[in-house]
């Protein structure tokens, strides 16, 4: 948003005119000079916020300040504060407090996606950087508004998903990396057609789907509903609205599509290169959606002008047979990195490795470097599943892509689902 | 109820439903907009896009009238459920948004505007209009506007009105006479872009709140012009351009974005640049460069002499969009004198960009100040490598001699280009650490030519050297180099020994297993430590080569080699060898079944064999960590023993997490096992396991199992009727005539016979097998020495045997001679002499099956079964969809066939009597009669409704189409029917035009077919529309004399079962015939 419509209550009072980027000085033994040590604040802790990974701190990286809206979320996070740190971090209820808090460099922004791109957007007026987790936002208007924010005060951003860079991608049995160097190799051929599906390593959590005829309940005590709402439409509360299984309803999430394509999808863009592209098709095939309740879907097609394909296949909707992961006009490779070409790894040890990354996210915000993952290729790949969300919405078997005006082509209604507006007073 | 009507519809009248579809108070099928409706709601939601294509196409048809009977469907949510008016509300809606169906729009869209002001229930009322908003136009702002006041649906009218076109006059009129809030009209100013509202929305500044002074700022970044600038610099500056609620210095900066006002940038700039907090730096030197584009070179240049890191890469970010190409020359020139970090940003700006004409500068800053600048000279080393070219080779090269060897060796393995001319080249070089680096470079690109190279350097004087050429040997090595390789490592030692065997092992590694056996124990046979080649023998990986690593496993004495080359063996194998050895090595048994379980799973073992895998590693009692994984791991078999194993280990306070997920994994896959007390038990617990956990897979979790337990019916589950039993004869203690059983069994060392319904059907010996002689049946081998899954089903006449998951016989018909089977019996095992063992015996019965026969009276009165509970023999057409199933007709969509169910013979006057049993609610069927096949018995016959017809989806139901009616012609009382499930009975006695029909033993209809309608089946004047039937249609077949009866309509969800007929124009005939015998 631009500026929220929102009354701040609490006006950060000294906002530090002459602080540079204020550090924190971390007591007891082993002092680190505070110039070395990055802070960061935490805003959503219910799930992947508390995670071992995110709720962290070292000489390096401090964790210093956390905000949920949900009082009980707060209390779990301070003891889990309590039992690793020994110590009560700072605490917020609204997330704003925490992106003004002076004494944090790096806001981590681990809320269901619909808050996304306007938490990225206000802790980028604030000078701060950006740790984000996948989707990055819930709609691609929300994602353009976020590049053009980090890019007007020059942040680092980091979008929360890794395969691209590291760690065994899932059930695929291997890496992204050797696979990077075949593609790159041109051993495969062009274009190239990848399968994300069960028979290819990947599950599309189905199960994370929506329910249908919600009864009203009424809030519980310790949840600031309307600020967990926040942009969303406002809807009559029910724990399944919320907290773990948010992720089956279009107004937040949707589904594994969105929930889970993202880390999916991400390195795939990088494996085509398509880093700077969008599709120009997607084609889906699906059950009737819901407008509230996220279901399933059979497959979902994305096609670039040159002709490279991603193909999604739905739990229980795989091709018959043995699918390959990557589909080449001179070869193929399935998963555990088995390939058509023979004595393939001798023949691929011939060509240079891929480009490497800049994977040290806290390297990047001292030397000030677009990390591997940014926003700039996190809102390409961040688009992908949005335009399989909107052509899903609306029941569409095809929608066309214009890469160059990121618009749907000869369908307003699709457009309109670009830049969806947001409920009153929030705006992006 | 009628659904297709093919033949009836003249050609004229097809005419004039083309000419004039919106006004025509039917559809193509000639169904009204009410039978539209209902049938559509029936079916939602659709499965294919084909289908949700087709009957939202149907829908939208029905347009404003339809439309607006689906939106009066809608109930306040705490009242009822409204998910199938909002699937077809949603669907009509978004199929009408799509161009090509812009016809129906409007039309759909005036229904959406009915529904919205009948509807009284707020929250329907929003949902109705975010639907609105996505089909409406200019003219609909209205609809919006009047909700802007209220204070729950206001949010819902701002949207539609952001969200549709062309509202723009209608909110500069809002704005103009400021109706309604400030900032939800500033915030559609902003979201439209309005112009011409600037003077009006800087008025509202006056004294504003912040909000509403966010808003308006927020509004001017798009509306504003000069004037709104100077508001927000002023305001901004005020703010000391702080990130402050009202947003002035974002809105400022973003107003300047759009380049329209340079000199007001500048200024702007100049005093950000000069603000300390770098993002405010940052944002005003991008506004400098972007305005300044004559001094673009020069700015840049002077920012990489900022001590700010961020202020420096702004410069280099925008650099080239801000300049040209010529700008990395001018950079790149002035590098040399920038301090070590601004030329550690530049040289990476370079090598980011690829800027190969710019290497001599990326090459010069890698040696710059001897390399003591390490961050900058790592930097050059990266770019460098990201450029490529020779130039930028040849100075990594010269890299791996100093304190960046690793770095430069990093780069050249991703180098952009060839590196194995300049590799070649640094074996030969007379630096050692290039030797080196060189060497390792050499074995990972697999530079097979340079095999003479790497072997004349293990021979070198420099120990570092020598190491890095006898690593380097595996990278290198080829088959033909495999006895070269053998020889020095039989003559060497220590560490060395070891490079030599892996690159003897790597040497061969792309020959057939069987060539590798021959080639390694060709070797082995004359080498004094044949342990070296334990490694290779594993690679190997033949049967041979599994025997000959247990010979030498057997006879070593140290046997820790053996042992870990016979873990790296990559063959199935090695499954049974792994269990033997963890049995009798405490030690290393939980490392050998981590072996054993990686391999189970990348076996082709079936489902049964690899819980019996599974569960006797478990039995092993392996450490927590192997445990879970086993556990884990069970999931892989979806089968009910592996299932009932798992939820063992839910008690198991180490495993029960795992084993909760394996429970749930299993059941979500096999439904069928989710039936019985025993799988709600499992449920319940693995529910309650899940609950104590956090993340958002565990909270679907939980939703999952309270699904599946919502689900659980009645239906008979598995139960284990018996844990464990040995003996020469074992017996369950109840008889049973339908069921499923698994029991796990243990060979008695003599045949052993199963017996069902007292009948002697299965031997258990060396082999599974069935007692009778079959065609059909295979021997079953079984595992003699340890537990095996034996499977047993009957089903009405019919056995199926497998054991560990491999078929002995299926669909086989038991039988006893000529005399008949017993109904029921107890599941017995007796063995010859030998003691059985068996332990958990699961047994499932399933439900008797039913058989249907006339009573006594019926048997005198003549009638015939049409349908005994087994087969459809007496009947034709759709009999995919309509399936024998636990002795009924069952009406199942799955099977995707079409058309409707036929006698066999045809019928003039008769009695018909069956029952029918509603499963899914709004079932829609019915019985045809004196029709005839591939036609609409509504319309040619009789059709006699069979419809669910409380189901609040028939909200708007004719009377003539209720249950019971004769279609269009005859009213009937109306039958309440008990909850989904019930089964009820029905009569319909036809004689002439006389119609009698009874349901559960009320007679609601009784009439005449030709006085119903004064004799006019069709209108006098062949008009569409008939004023003597009821439905006002014409009725051409209506007196038909005879012809088949029927059952009509495919959607799934009903029954039918006990249908029986009484041909009466037979017994007529008889009758007659008898008197003329007489006569």
């Not at chain 2, 009910?640 to 063992?648: D, G, V």
């Amino acid at each position: 948003m631009k500026t929220n419509r929102r009354t701040f209550l609490k006006t950060a009072g000294a906002l530090g005119l002459f602080t540079i980027v204020p550090r924190r000085v971390l007591g007891g033994k082993g002092y680190i000079a505070p110039s070395d040590q990055l802070t960061k604040g935490i805003i959503g802790v219910g799930g992947i916020g508390k995670s071992t990974s995110h709720f962290t701190s070292d000489e390096h990286y401090r964790l210093v300040a956390i905000c949920d809206v949900d009082k009980k979320h707060l209390k779990q996070a301070q003891d889990l504060a309590q039992s690793k740190f020994n110590e009560r971090l700072k605490e917020y209820s609204y997330f704003m407090d925490l992106i003004k808090d002076e004494n944090v460099d790096i806001v981590h922004i681990a809320t269901p996606p619909h808050w996304h791109g306007l938490m990225a957007v206000e802790a980028a007026k604030a000078g701060k950087d950006i740790w984000c987790e996948k989707p990055m936002t819930r709609t691609i208007g929300e994602g353009k508004r976020v590049i053009e924010a980090v890019q007007r005060y020059n942040r680092v951003f980091r979008l929360n998903t890794w395969f691209r860079f590291k760690d065994t991608f899932y059930g695929l049995g291997t890496t992204v990396s050797p696979l990077k160097k075949l593609v790159d190799s041109g051993l495969l051929g062009w274009p190239l057609k990848v399968v994300v599906s069960g028979t290819t390593g990947f599950t599309w959590k189905f199960y994370w789907v929506g329910k249908e005829n919600l009864k009203p309940e009424n809030v519980p005590a310790e949840l600031d509903y309307d600020t967990w709402l926040g942009p969303a439409p406002y809807k009559s509360y029910n724990p399944h609205r919320v907290h773990q299984t948010f992720r089956g309803y279009w107004d937040y999430d949707g589904g594994g599509l969105t929930d889970m394509g993202q880390h999916y999808l991400d390195p795939i863009q990088y494996l085509l290169g398509k880093d700077n592209d969008f599709p120009v098709k997607v084609e889906v095939d699906a059950p009737q959606q819901h407008p509230d309740a996220v279901g399933i879907w059979h497959k979902i097609t994305y096609t670039y002008e040159d002709g490279c394909q991603i193909v999604l296949e739905g739990e229980g909707y795989e091709s018959k047979g043995k699918t390959a992961y990557i589909e080449g006009p001179k070869g193929k490779v399935y998963k555990g990195f088995e390939c058509t070409i023979p004595d393939i790894m001798n023949k691929l040890a011939e060509y240079p490795d891929p480009e490497p990354q800049r994977t040290d996210f806290l390297e990047c915000v001292r030397t000030r470097q677009k990390f591997a993952l940014n926003e700039v290729n996190g809102h390409h790949s961040c688009t992908l599943v949005n335009m399989g969300a909107v052509a899903l919405r609306l029941g569409r078997d095809q929608l066309k892509f214009d890469p160059k005006t990121q618009t749907f082509i000869g369908d307003d209604a699709a457009n309109a689902l670009i830049d969806q507006p947001m409920r009153g007073p929030w705006s992006i | 109820m009628k659904k297709i009507s093919y033949i009836y519809i003249l050609g004229w009248l097809c005419l004039q439903m083309v000419v004039m579809p919106l006004y025509a108070q039917t559809d193509s099928r000639n169904r009204t907009v009410e039978t539209v409706v209902q049938d559509g709601l029936a079916q939602l939601p659709t499965k294919t896009p084909k289908a949700y294509r087709q009957l939202m196409g149907e829908l939208a048809a029905t347009g404003q009238k339809g439309m607006a009977m689906l939106c009066a469907g809608l109930v306040p949510a705490s009242e009822g459920k409204n998910a199938t008016f909002e699937y077809a509300i949603d669907g009509v809606v978004s199929y009408v948004s799509e161009a090509k169906n812009s016809a129906l729009r409007q039309s759909v869209c005036q229904g959406l505007k009915d529904g919205i002001e009948k509807c009284q229930d707020k929250v329907n009322r929003a949902f109705l209009l975010s639907q609105l908003q996505k089909i409406a136009t200019t003219d609909d702002a209205p609809v919006f506007i009047q909700y802007l006041n209220d204070e729950y649906l206001k949010t819902f009218a701002v949207n539609g009105l952001a969200v549709v076109a062309g509202t723009d006059g209608a909110i500069k009129n809002l704005i103009n006479s400021q109706s309604g809030d400030k900032q939800s009209l500033a915030y559609l100013a902003y979201v439209k872009k309005l112009q011409g509202v600037e003077e009006t929305l800087l008025g509202w500044t006056q004294g504003a709140d912040d909000k509403t002074l966010a808003a308006v700022y927020n509004a001017l970044t798009v509306c504003g012009g000069e004037k709104s600038l100077a508001a927000l610099e002023q305001a901004a500056a005020a703010k000391q351009y702080n990130d402050e609620p009202t947003g002035a210095t974002d809105c400022l900066l973003q107003l300047l974005a759009t380049g329209k006002y340079k000199n007001e940038a500048l200024k702007v700039a100049k005093v950000l640049t000069k603000d300390k907090r770098p993002a405010l730096r940052s944002a005003g030197l991008k506004l400098l460069l972007e305005n300044d584009k004559k001094n673009a070179a020069k700015n840049i240049l002077s920012a990489l002499k900022d001590p700010c890191a961020q202020y420096r890469n702004t410069a280099l970010d925008f650099a080239e969009a801000t300049t040209d190409k010529s700008i990395y020359p001018l950079v790149a020139g002035k590098a040399a004198k920038l301090n070590g970090p601004a030329a550690t940003d530049v040289v990476r700006w370079l090598g980011n960009h690829h800027r190969k004409e710019q290497i001599d500068m990326v090459t010069h800053l890698m040696n710059a100040q001897n390399g003591k600048d390490s961050v900058l000279t790592r930097a050059a080393i990266e770019a460098a490598g990201k450029i490529g070219g020779e130039k930028a080779l040849a100075a990594l090269m010269n890299n791996l001699k100093g304190g960046y060897a690793k770095d430069a060796s990093k780069a050249l393995l991703s180098f952009n280009g060839d590196i194995s001319n300049s590799v070649l080249e640094g074996l030969k070089s007379s630096d050692a650490n290039i030797q080196q680096q060189s060497l390792n470079l050499a074995s990972v690109r697999r530079l097979h030519a340079a095999y003479g190279q790497v072997l004349n350097l293990t021979k070198s004087e420099n120990s570092a050297t020598k190491a890095a050429a006898y690593k380097a040997l595996n990278g290198v090595a080829t088959s033909e180099n495999f006895n070269d390789l053998c020889n020095l490592m039989e003559k060497t030692q220590g560490a060395e020994a070891k490079s030599l065997q892996a690159a003897a092992k790597s040497s061969i590694a792309n020959e057939t297993g069987d060539k590798q056996y021959s080639m390694v124990s060709g070797r082995m046979a004359s080498a004094s430590k044949p342990s070296l080649y334990y490694p290779l023998l594993a690679q190997a990986g033949t049967h041979s080569a599994i025997q000959k690593l247990q010979q030498e496993y057997e006879k070593a004495g140290d046997k820790s080699e053996a042992f870990n080359s016979l873990l790296q063996v990559d063959n199935s194998e090695m499954i049974e060898v792994l269990y033997n050895l963890a049995s009798v090595n405490a030690a290393d048994k939980d490392k050998i079944l981590n072996r054993y379980r990686t391999l189970v799973k990348k076996s082709s073992n079936n489902p049964i064999q690899k819980y019996l895998l599974y569960r006797r590693a478990l039995e092993l009692n392996p450490g927590e960590k192997v445990t879970n994984e086993l556990v884990s791991a069970l999931s892989e078999s979806r089968t009910l023993p592996a299932l009932s194993l798992a939820a063992k280990y839910m008690e198991n306070k180490k495993a029960k997490e795992k084993a909760a997920n394996t429970v749930k994994a299993i059941l979500s896959k096999q439904p069928e096992l989710q039936s019985g007390n025993d799988a709600k038990k499992m449920i319940e617990k693995a529910r309650d396991i899940f609950k104590a956990q956090t993340d958002a897979d565990a909270g679907y979790a939980v939703d999952e199992l309270n699904g599946m337990l919502a689900k659980s019916d009645q239906k008979e589950g598995f139960v284990e009727v018996m844990r464990g039993a040995e003996g020469t004869r074992i017996q369950t203690a109840k008889e049973y005539e339908n069921f499923e059983m698994f029991v796990d069994w243990k060979y008695a060392g003599t045949n052993a016979t199963l017996y069902v319904r007292n009948q002697p059907v299965i031997k258990i010996g060396k082999e599974v097998d069935v007692v009778q002689l079959s065609k059909t049946s295979s021997q079953v081998k079984v595992n003699e020495n340890g537990w095996n899954n034996l499977y047993v089903k009957v089903l009405n006449d019919r056995l199926e045997v497998k054991n560990n998951g491999e078929t002995v016989v299926t669909n086989f018909v038991i039988s006893n001679g000529d005399e008949p089977v017993a109904d029921r019996g107890v599941v017995e095992i007796i063995s010859e002499s030998g003691k059985i063992s068996v332990r958990n015996v699961n047994v499932k019965e399933l439900p008797s099956t039913p058989i249907y026969t006339l009573t006594e009276e019926e048997q005198k009165e003549g009638f015939e079964l049409l349908f005994d509970g087994r087969s459809l023999d007496k009947w034709q057409g759709n009999t995919t969809d309509y399936v024998p199933l636990d002795g009924n007709i069952y009406v199942s969509a799955k099977y995707g066939g079409t058309g409707n169910l036929y006698t066999k013979k045809k019928y003039s006057d008769f009695v018909y009597r069956f029952e029918f049993c509603f499963v899914e609610p709004g079932v829609n069927n019915g019985i045809g009669i004196r029709t005839n096949i591939g036609t609409d018995a509504a319309y040619d016959g009789m059709e006699i409704q069979v419809l669910d017809h409380d189901d609040p989806i028939y909200k708007g139901l004719q009377p003539y189409q209720q249950h019971g009616a004769v279609y269009g012609i005859i009213v009937p009382k109306h039958v309440k029917f008990g909850k989904l499930g019930t089964w009820n009975t029905e009569e319909i006695r036809i004689v002439g035009d006389d119609i009698k029909v009874t349901v559960n033993g009320d007679v609601i209809l009784e009439g005449n077919i030709r006085e119903a309608c004064q004799g006019h089946n069709v209108a006098p004047n062949g008009e569409k529309k008939n004023p003597y039937t009821v439905d006002h249609k014409n009725h051409p077949g209506l007196f038909n004399p005879e012809g088949y009866v029927s059952f009509c309509g495919h959607g799934a969800g009903v029954k039918f079962r006990n249908v029986r007929i009484l041909d009466l124009s037979k017994s007529k005939n008889t009758a007659k015939k008898k008197v003329l015998k007489k006569k």
